[in-house]
């Protein structure tokens, strides 16, 4: 999530709110009551959808290809982003028109310096997108293991109906007039800084928490926000604080923990895993507007089709939505380096876990595990294997200091 601060160099019109990947999620008593739909997208006479294309799924994140003024690239379709935003670097790269600077805070406390853009456009099939700002992103890049480029938020889906099939990886666009229907729960949203809000449900024990939600596609996982801790202390077991994200401005600090359950759209979701954020500042912090972000953990358990238009989610159950929540079985963060991003470094343990148990070492490489080079996994599937639940055990391959080492890393759930 980012917020512009303060522009130098000409002064913005108006108030801008970016949000980005390190997202968040919040909670309050909003009593806005879910109904049952068939809304937007398909009827008996089906509206073809302007632009239909297969997405990537990297980290819970949505990659659609692009260009952006002719260069080829993808982009992350970004409902925490209030504002579009392309990577800094690639503005001398590609030789984009820039001017001025304005300040930017996102899901860590620091504040980074962006750029202004002009005549730079991003075309998603047949819909240019206009690109405004741009911002140094390299640590989300090198957290998700490929190039990030480019951000597609508000400006996108204020002007189209989006329908977000998570368990296909497709993605259909659809004009706001056309007479689509669309199977699940109709869910008002409303809007706070461009970025949409609904209610969900929180239990722990006996206690059940209303909550008010940020619904974003660019987060990976869900997070209760400071504000929301701080008016609300929860007495749950929970791991070590630890770093839970990593977005514009730097690192975020909480604890994982599973709540009874959490309710969303009709759906019950039993002992899913959360993140208690303990940082201060950042949009995510003390000072949020909201209670809970909710991201890929949930949101691809579901058909989301997101109608700003008609200020709505429509959420549509698919097969997964029953199944559990899968912790992290090793408590190593493993970011990804080089040209090709399958260069694995650990960059923190956390502590009591496995993998510290195994006597791996922030600034250890990862090079096999159970024999198999690691340069043959993305960072995705490196993540995903140490989170198996019919995993017992991984010999993996290190180089510390340059001298290869060999652990073995018991599978054992962090929470």
């Known amino acids: 999530m980012l917020v512009v601060m303060r522009p130098f160099n000409p002064p913005l019109p108006f108030g801008i709110q970016l949000k980005s990947l390190a997202a968040i999620v919040i909670a309050s008593g909003l009593a806005i009551a879910p109904c049952h739909a068939e809304s937007s997208l398909g009827s008996s006479k089906r509206q073809k959808p302007i632009a239909d294309m297969d997405f990537e799924l990297v980290g819970g994140r949505i990659y659609v290809p692009c260009t952006i003024n002719g260069h080829v690239g993808t982009a992350v379709l970004d409902t925490g982003a209030g504002a579009n935003v392309l990577n800094l670097n690639l503005v001398e790269r590609w030789k984009l028109k820039s001017s001025g600077a304005l300040n930017v805070q996102g899901a860590g406390e620091k504040t980074i310096t962006g750029k202004m853009l002009s005549d730079t456009s991003l075309k998603i099939g047949p819909i240019n997108v206009s690109m405004m700002f741009a911002i140094p992103i390299?640590?989300?890049?090198?957290?998700?293991?490929?190039?990030?480029?480019?951000?597609?938020?508000?400006?996108?889906?204020?002007?189209?109906?989006?329908?977000?099939?998570?368990?296909?990886?497709?993605?259909?666009?659809?004009?706001?007039?056309?007479?689509?229907?669309?199977?699940?729960?109709?869910?008002?949203?409303?809007?706070?800084?461009?970025?949409p809000h609904i209610s969900s449900a929180m239990t722990i024990g006996d206690q059940t928490y209303k909550m008010e939600t940020m619904v974003d596609t660019g987060a990976s996982a869900a997070s209760l926000t400071t504000h929301f801790l701080q008016d609300h202390p929860l007495k749950v077991e929970s791991t070590p604080e630890t770093i839970i994200g990593a977005g514009v401005g730097g690192s975020t600090l909480g604890r994982l923990f599973r709540p009874t359950s959490v309710e969303i759209a009709g759906s019950s979701?039993?002992?899913?895993?959360?993140?208690?954020?303990?940082?201060?500042?950042?949009?995510?912090?003390?000072?949020?507007?909201?209670?809970?972000?909710?991201?890929?953990?949930?949101?691809?358990?579901?058909?989301?089709?997101?109608?700003?238009?008609?200020?709505?989610?429509?959420?549509d159950p698919n097969e997964t939505v029953n199944t559990p929540f899968e912790a992290d079985k090793v408590g190593l963060r493993i970011y990804s380096e080089g040209a090709d991003y399958h260069t694995f470094r650990v960059?923190?343990?956390?502590?009591?876990?496995?993998?510290?148990?195994?006597?791996?070492?922030?600034?250890?490489?990862?090079?096999?595990?159970?024999?198999?080079?690691?340069?043959?996994?993305?960072?995705?599937?490196?993540?995903?294997?140490?989170?198996?639940p019919a995993a017992t055990e991984w010999k993996v391959g290190l180089i510390r200091k340059g001298q290869p080492i060999q652990v073995v890393i018991a599978a054992k759930s962090i929470i």
């Open 347 to 388: 960059v923190g343990v956390l502590d009591g876990a496995s993998g510290s148990k195994a006597g791996i070492k922030p600034d250890d490489l990862i090079a096999s595990i159970d024999g198999k080079p690691a340069s043959e996994y993305s960072l995705t599937d490196l993540r995903e294997l140490f989170k198996s």
């Open 138 to 195: 390299p640590e989300l890049s090198a957290m998700e293991g490929r190039p990030m480029q480019a951000i597609v938020g508000y400006g996108f889906f204020s002007k189209y109906i989006v329908e977000i099939d998570y368990a296909k990886k497709h993605l259909r666009v659809f004009n706001p007039e056309d007479a689509v229907k669309a199977k699940g729960m109709e869910v008002p949203i409303h809007f706070v800084s461009a970025l």
């Open 269 to 315: 979701f039993a002992k899913p895993v959360i993140a208690m954020t303990t940082s201060k500042g950042g949009v995510i912090g003390g000072q949020a507007n909201f209670d809970f972000l909710m991201g890929a953990d949930f949101l691809k358990r579901f058909v989301v089709t997101v109608d700003y238009p008609h200020k709505k989610f429509i959420f």
